[in-house]
């Protein structure tokens, strides 16, 4: 089990100081910000980290590999307990839809969980 950090601006920078691979810059010329996923290992990207957005902060599973990180590993993903198919209700009331692959680390997992299999 990898550790937990919470997804905000203060322990990312506190854990990666922004530096590469964590941080890159996207096809469209914009940094984004990419952390990994403590249940399946897969990279995550950071949504709302340094833009501000409605909501808090949260990880979105990559769905490929991202440069200089793990190697995107789609089985482990299929098992991955953090990947879910749910509409998450916003504070507004109004509902925002959310892939599949939304993570939400900033609610850690408990102690003592521990994967099913050992990949
Ligand atoms: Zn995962």
Known sequence: ????????YDSFNRETQFKYPFEQ????????????????LNPIQLIGLVKRSKCKPYGKHAGKTVNDLPAW???????????????????????????????????????TYTPSAEL
């Open 25 to 40: 810059i996207s096809a469209r010329n914009e940094p984004v910000q990419y952390a990994i996923c403590p249940a399946c």
């Open 73 to 111: 590993n789609q089985y482990r993903y299929e098992y991955c307990p953090f990947a879910t198919n749910k509409r998450a209700i916003t504070d507004d009331a109004s509902d925002l839809i959310i892939d599949d692959s939304v993570i939400e680390l900033y609610r850690r997992c408990s102690a």
């Open 1 to 8: 089990m990898a550790p937990n950090y919470d997804i905000d």
